[in-house]
Structures are given as structure tokens and as C-alpha cells.
């Protein structure tokens, strides 16, 4: 059984308060990972304290993956007979993007190279959506028993590191970005839950300041600016003669 939304509210591309809301939190990850980077180069020490080291990336994060799994639910809207093409390419582009974030910070960061960060898990999920999103209160409880499943594997550690991409968590591992399936996978089933209400709520907000006109634009590019955010700032020291290594 699935949802119908008005078609008057799935008419738009684009809904402005979702890419606002994207946007926004697409600086905070970007300010948050220089933060890191700038701090693994000892350049700019970071904030230690709980509040930053765990809360703020764990909400900057939990919100990107909500707000994903409520476009994934508009695509499908929109687009219910293509779903599972368009998120095939999808998946295999963003695969693509991912092994060359595991190649960039293998080169330059090796101590803590990205094996699965969020575009690993992004391509992943691209897969696995089709098999979910047709499905009302099912990704409700799967999206719930999900989290629920991954806070309990955070708490362990395991001896074997062939599942640390589904969120077994391995002993000693390091790594700059690492978002498994479980219970990351569990957010976007949320999102997808929760996109229709969102979607009653947001489609018709408009936004006519120049500021927010700023957030939507990188809302809309979300990935592009994730994509380029850090190997632009490795390069940008290089170029202006910071010893990183």
C-alpha cells in the first residue's frame, strides 16, 4: 500500500524548504570536517568536549540522511515505475565517487582512509531503497528496528572486519567517515516514512531573502559540494605551503 500526495504539491522539481534545509546542514558538515582536518594536520585544534566530537556530527548527519530518505520518497512520487533504474545509476555513480574518496584519502590521510564513509553508504542504500519504499508503516518499524540494532553494535567491538560495512564494528578501527548500514540505513527508512507529512508542510514555504536563496542553491548541490569540499582544502594548504605530511 503506498501514500498519494496531492499532485499540485509533486508538480515542483523542487520543494525549497527541503533544499533549505539540506543546504544548511551541508555547511555545518563542511565546517565540521575542515574542523577535523585541520586538527589531523595539527594545524587548528578542535573542540575535545562531548558536545562536538559526538553530538554535533551525529545530528549534522542524522538530519543529511533523514532529508535524503524524504527526496527518496518524493522521487518515488514522482517517478514510481522508473524508481528502480534511476537508483541503479544512481548507486553506480555514487560507487564511482566513493572509490575515489577511499583512493584521495588513502593517498593523503592513510592512517585513516575511508573504506565506508556516507558516499559509500549512499550508493549502497541507492540499491536497497526500491526493495523498501513502496511500503507504508514497514519503514516505519524496519527504519526503527534498524537504529535500535545499530546502537547496540556501536557498543561492540568484533574480530573480524568483512561486515563493517553493515555496522559490525571491527577492533581498531580508524577512519575519518564511517556511516553502516546499520543503523544509518534505518534513518532513511524514517525520511521515507515521514516524507509525505514533510512534503504537506513544506510545499508551498517560500523563500524570497537573498540568504536563503544562498542555502537552496547548495541544498540542490549538495553532492557536488561534498565531493569537493575536502580535497579542496588539502590542496588549498598544499598550495599555500603547509608541510601535511
Do not use: C
Request: proline share 4%; no cysteine.
Amino acid at each position: 500500500m503506498t501514500m498519494n500526495i496531492e499532485k499540485p504539491l509533486l508538480k515542483q522539481e523542487r520543494i525549497q524548504a527541503i533544499d533549505l534545509i539540506k543546504g544548511i546542514d551541508i555547511v555545518f558538515m563542511v565546517l565540521f570536517n575542515y574542523s577535523v582536518t585541520l586538527d589531523y594536520f595539527r594545524l587548528i585544534p578542535k573542540p575535545s568536549n562531548y558536545l562536538y566530537q559526538y553530538i554535533l556530527p551525529f545530528s549534522i548527519a542524522s538530519i543529511f540522511i533523514f532529508m535524503s530518505g524524504v527526496t527518496s520518497y518524493i522521487s518515488y512520487e514522482k517517478h514510481t515505475e522508473k524508481l528502480t533504474r534511476k537508483y541503479f545509476i544512481r548507486g553506480i555513480k555514487l560507487l564511482f565517487f566513493a572509490t575515489l574518496i577511499t583512493l584521495f584519502s588513502y593517498v593523503f590521510v592513510p592512517k585513516y582512509t575511508i573504506f565506508f564513509g556516507i558516499l559509500h553508504f549512499f550508493a549502497v542504500s541507492s540499491f536497497l531503497i526500491p526493495f523498501f519504499i513502496k511500503y507504508n508503516k514497514l519503514n516505519l518499524i524496519a527504519g526503527l528496528s534498524i537504529i535500535l540494532s545499530g546502537v547496540y553494535l556501536q557498543q561492540q567491538t568484533f574480530n573480524f572486519s568483512y561486515l563493517f560495512w553493515l555496522g559490525f564494528v571491527p577492533e581498531n578501527l580508524s577512519t575519518f567517515d564511517y556511516f553502516p548500514l546499520i543503523p544509518w540505513f534505518g534513518v532513511i527508512l524514517l525520511g521515507v516514512y515521514y516524507g509525505r507529512y514533510i512534503i504537506e508542510k513544506t510545499a508551498n514555504i517560500r523563500f524570497n531573502q537573498k540568504i536563503s536563496s544562498i542555502f537552496t542553491f547548495l541544498g540542490k548541490h549538495s553532492l557536488s559540494v561534498y565531493l569537493v569540499h575536502q580535497p579542496a582544502l588539502i590542496l588549498l594548504l598544499i598550495a599555500f605551503g603547509f608541510k601535511l605530511f
